[in-house]
């Protein structure tokens, strides 16, 4: 599967985040929690205040929202709560701890949501996703790969095919790919001048270069997507 954040979970969540502060919250106090750029938080604020939630301030002073707003409770059925529990099982399991943690804390955050009722079934889900041998170790940081993606910085490899041979890439890395029990990270390659699959098993090292890159038409994730013929479902 591929993890692709949608915009509109975060905007969601810099509504949850501005929600009850006292103060006025600075585009870069946002841009830090969500890991996105200032110019960013400008546009999705304003793109939020257009959709009518009541947002006041200004870039370069801060922001805050109107005392009086809320979000709706969030409701879920029976298959959503049993896709929360396995899905944070399963990153629990076949990613690393950074994520195991951000899955458990967001289990207690929705517990913490549910009404009485809903709370009950939840408890009793028995879904689960136990470590297995069949997950291949890797000697990079899984979180670091992540951050990447999101961040859009480049990476330096040092990458070994199936006979061991080593070669040194800079990629642009576009996405994680779980093809159990292989991670897999699609980027385009700037050695290939093309889109290729890097085994996390076999990167020997993995360097962020401290160099953003910005999509292109030929080089955006969009472009393999389509190429590819993925469904919407899969698109950003």
């Known amino acids: 599967m591929v993890f692709i954040m949608k915009r509109a979970d975060r905007l969601f969540q810099i509504v949850s985040f ?3 502060r006292r103060m006025a919250v600075t585009a870069e106090r946002i841009a830090d929690e969500f890991d996105i750029s200032v110019r960013t938080v400008y546009r999705d604020i304003q793109d939020l205040i257009t959709t009518g939630v009541p947002i006041n301030g200004e870039a370069g002073v801060g922001y805050m929202l109107d005392k009086s707003y809320y979000l709706p409770p969030m409701t879920f059925d029976v298959e959503e709560l049993e896709v929360l529990m396995l899905g944070a099982a399963m990153v629990s399991s076949w990613t690393d701890h950074d994520m195991s943690v951000s899955a ?4 207690r955050k929705v517990r913490n949501a549910l009404s009485e009722r809903d709370r009950e079934t939840f ?3 028995a879904l689960f996703a136990p470590p297995s041998r069949a997950r ?3 000697n990079i940081n899984f979180s670091d790969i992540r951050r990447a993606v999101r961040k859009k910085q480049k990476l330096h490899l040092l990458y070994g095919d199936e006979l061991e041979r080593s070669t040194d890439r800079t990629v642009r890395p576009l996405s994680l790919m779980f093809i159990g029990p292989i991670w ?3 980027a385009w390659c ?3 001048k093309d889109f290729r699959h890097f085994r996390l098993d076999r990167i020997k090292e993995a ?3 401290g160099e953003l890159f910005e999509d292109t038409p030929e080089t955006a994730l969009q472009t393999y997507l389509d190429s590819m013929g993925y469904c919407d479902g899969l698109k950003n």
């Open 184 to 186: 897999m990270m699609l």
């Open 18 to 20: 501005l929600q009850g």
């Open 190 to 192: 700037e050695l290939r």
């Open 123 to 125: 408890e009793g889900i």
């Open 207 to 209: 360097t962020v270069t």
């Open 104 to 107: 458990q804390t967001l289990i």
């Open 136 to 138: 291949l170790p890797w």
